[in-house]
């Protein structure tokens, strides 16, 4: 593996779970209805443990946002206890499928950005693996306990300041009618940052839930959605083409904190 590809298939995954030593494993399936948990039980790749979005990966919801950087020293703990260890590979998956909730896209962010130089997404995540009559467990593990120190620092992060730049590239990766205001079913606020862009995040994948190429022009490029779960799957998507856009962790959920910030509604900016 090499740092700087963002993706792993099933067919090399499926190898290396099955060799002398296997990746740290990591299932992060999660919606906003939190059923992770119940899909892990119910079914998983060999070896992997279940890591909590919310819990394990991201800071309490607030002023930050729904999903904030989590403090340094609480992702270390969950980390080390989810058995992450520094010089040892990582590969983390999602539900997949074709509407991406950007779930291991968030988790692969999340290492990168706290130093780990070896994390892969499962391209298609778990319904590629199981497509391809890979085995599935229901097993629990008890994972080792890790070593991995966390450095935060690593990924590009971007402020509601440079969201706001207009100089700058900024991508919206919810559905179309979110971003135009029509519904939000999530936060008290509807409509987009003005300046902002639409490429939903279903626009990364084929309707196998397959990266296909995104490839965005622009010299400063950030992405955001509601709270920075989604977003990440542009900012996947991008990596793997060799660009290196910025998150907006906070998002949108962040953006409303202050309503002095203005919004935008309708298809323009």
Same mark, same amino acid.
Do not use: M
């Given at each position: 593996m090499t740092a700087n590809r963002a993706i792993l298939d099933v067919a090399v995954l499926a190898e290396l779970?099955?060799?002398?030593?296997?990746?740290?494993?990591?299932?992060?399936?999660?919606? +906003? &209805?939190k059923d992770g948990q119940a899909a892990y039980a119910a079914g998983h +790749?060999?070896?992997? %443990?279940?890591?909590?979005l919310d $819990?394990?990966?991201?800071?309490?919801?607030? $002023?930050?946002? !729904?999903?904030p950087l989590p403090d340094p020293a609480e992702l270390q703990a969950a980390l080390r206890r989810l058995g992450v260890r520094a010089g040892h590979r990582v590969v983390v998956y999602d539900a997949g499928g074709s509407n991406p909730t950007g779930a291991a896209a968030r988790a692969w962010w999340t290492l990168r950005w706290a130093g780990h130089p070896? %994390?892969?997404? +499962?391209?298609?995540?778990?319904?590629?693996?199981?497509a391809d009559g890979q085995p599935v467990?229901? *097993?629990?593990?008890?994972?080792?306990?890790?070593?991995?120190? %966390?450095?935060?620092g690593h990924m590009p992060v971007?402020?509601?300041a440079d $969201? &706001?730049? !207009?100089?700058?590239?900024? +991508?919206?990766?919810?559905?179309?009618?979110?971003?135009?205001? *029509?519904?939000e079913p999530v936060d008290p606020v509807a409509g987009h940052i003005p300046g902002a862009v639409n490429v939903p995040a279903a626009e990364t994948v084929d309707a196998a839930g397959l990266l296909k190429p995104l490839h965005i022009d622009g010299d400063e490029i950030g992405a955001y959605c509601g709270s920075g779960v989604t977003a990440s799957q542009l900012v996947l998507a991008l990596w793997e083409q060799g660009q290196r856009p910025a998150l907006y962790v906070g998002s949108w959920s962040h953006w409303i904190q202050d309503p002095d910030r203005a919004v935008a509604e309708g298809d323009s900016s």
């Open positions: 779970v099955r060799s002398a030593q296997p990746p740290t494993l990591l299932d992060v399936r999660w919606t +906003l &209805a +790749l060999p070896g992997a %443990v279940f890591a909590d $819990a394990d990966l991201c800071g309490q919801p607030g $002023a930050g946002g !729904r999903h070896d %994390v892969r997404v +499962l391209d298609g995540g778990y319904a590629a693996w199981v467990t229901t *097993e629990v593990v008890d994972s080792q306990s890790g070593d991995f120190e %966390v450095h935060p971007w402020t509601e $969201a &706001a730049d !207009r100089r700058n590239t900024l +991508l919206d990766a919810r559905i179309p009618a979110r971003f135009r205001g *029509e519904v």
